[in-house]
C-alpha cells in the first residue's frame, strides 16, 4: 500500500480554505438543528439513533469466482464515532457475535472533522482494535474525515484504500478490492487509477465513500458498488421517504440493495448520524452482506 498521501492532505487545506462553502454548511446545521432539537423530537429520535442493529443482506454478483460464493462481508460505515458514546460498544457487541470473513469500512469516523480529538481517537482504537483481532480489515476516507484519521486506522493494523486495489485469494482464486478517497467533498476519488492494475476481466468491488461514481463504476465494470455517506436519508417521512438525499444519484441509490448497468451496489444506513444525533424512520446498521454468484444464464 502507498502511504498516506500529501495529495489529500493539501484537497483538504483548500477545502477548509473555501470560507463561502463553509458558511453555507454552518447556517444549513443551525437550521436543522433548531428544529431538531425541539425536545419532542430530540428524546425519540436519540432513541433511535442509538437502536443500531444487523442487517443481513444477501447479494448476488456477476463474475464472483466460486471460491467467494458464500462469502460474508462485514460492512461497516459512518460510524461518526464523536457524536452518541454508545456506539463504538454497540459496533463491537454486535461484531462479537457473528462470523464473517472480512471487514469494511465505508468512512466518516467522526463527524467534527477534527482528527485530533482524543474522545473519538478512544472510540476509533476500541472499535478498530477488536475488528482487527477477528478479521482482516480494509478502509477508505469519508467526507468527515482528515488524513491523520487515515494515519492513525493505518497504525491500527487497517489497510487503507485510497485510490488503489488489493487482490484478496481465496482457494487459488481472485478478486479485487478497489478503494477511492472521498468524491463528495474532497473531491478526492480518482477511480481510474485506483483500477488500473486490475488485470482485464477480474471481478471488481469498488468501496466508495458515496454512492456518486455509480455510472463510472458501471462503466469501468465493476460487479459490486459498496457505499455509505447518505445515513439511507437519516431524516425520514412515514415510509422511509428521505427528506433529504445528501448524495447527487437517484433516490433508489441512496440506500440499501440496488442495480444499475449490471453492477449490484448496496448503500449502507451507516451507524451514525449527522448534525443532530437523531434519526426517523431510519434505522442505523452494520451490515453483514453474503455474496452469492449471479447465474448469468438468467
Ligand atoms: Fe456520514
Redesign the pocket.
Known amino acids: 500500500m502507498e502511504p498516506i498521501h500529501e495529495n489529500r492532505k493539501r484537497l483538504e487545506l483548500e477545502y477548509y480554505g473555501r470560507e463561502s462553502e463553509r458558511d453555507t454548511l454552518k447556517w444549513y446545521h443551525i437550521a436543522a438543528k433548531w428544529v431538531l432539537e425541539l425536545p419532542f423530537l430530540l428524546k425519540p429520535g436519540r432513541r433511535n439513533a442509538g437502536d443500531v442493529r444487523l442487517r443481513r443482506i444477501e447479494l448476488s454478483i456477476r463474475s464472483l469466482p466460486t471460491a467467494f460464493d458464500g462469502c460474508r462481508i462485514l460492512f461497516i460505515s459512518?460510524m461518526?464515532l464523536d457524536g452518541v458514546s454508545d456506539w463504538a460498544e454497540r459496533i463491537v457487541h454486535i461484531a462479537d457475535g457473528i462470523d464473517y470473513d472480512v471487514c469494511l469500512l465505508g468512512g466518516?469516523y467522526s463527524f467534527g472533522y477534527d482528527a485530533s480529538d482524543e474522545r473519538m481517537r478512544d472510540q476509533v482504537r476500541e472499535v478498530v482494535t477488536f475488528l482487527v483481532g477477528r478479521s482482516q480489515v480494509f478502509g477508505i476516507l469519508?467526507n468527515?474525515d482528515e488524513y491523520r484519521t487515515a494515519e492513525l486506522l493505518d497504525g491500527l493494523g487497517v489497510v487503507m484504500l485510497l485510490n488503489e486495489n488489493v487482490c484478496v485469494e481465496r482457494d487459488g482464486e481472485k478478486i479485487f478490492l478497489v478503494g477511492v478517497d472521498d468524491d463528495f467533498f474532497f473531491r478526492a476519488a480518482e477511480l481510474k487509477k485506483a483500477g488500473a492494475t486490475v488485470p482485464e476481466g477480474a471481478c471488481k468491488i469498488l468501496l466508495a465513500h458515496s454512492p456518486d461514481l455509480y455510472e463510472q463504476a458501471a462503466r469501468s465494470d465493476y460487479a459490486l458498488y459498496l457505499a455509505?455517506?447518505t445515513?439511507g436519508g437519516q431524516i425520514c417521512l412515514p415510509g422511509g421517504v428521505a427528506v433529504v438525499s445528501n448524495a447527487r444519484v437517484p433516490r433508489r441509490l441512496i440506500r440499501g440493495k440496488w442495480e444499475y448497468g449490471g453492477m449490484a451496489g448496496y448503500t449502507s444506513y451507516?451507524v451514525?448520524t449527522?448534525v443532530v444525533p437523531v434519526r426517523f424512520f431510519c434505522p442505523p446498521e452494520v451490515a453483514l452482506l453474503s455474496l452469492t454468484k449471479r447465474d448469468e444464464t438468467e
Do not use: F, L
Open positions: 459512518d461518526h466518516d469519508g468527515h455509505g455517506h445515513h451507516g451514525g449527522s
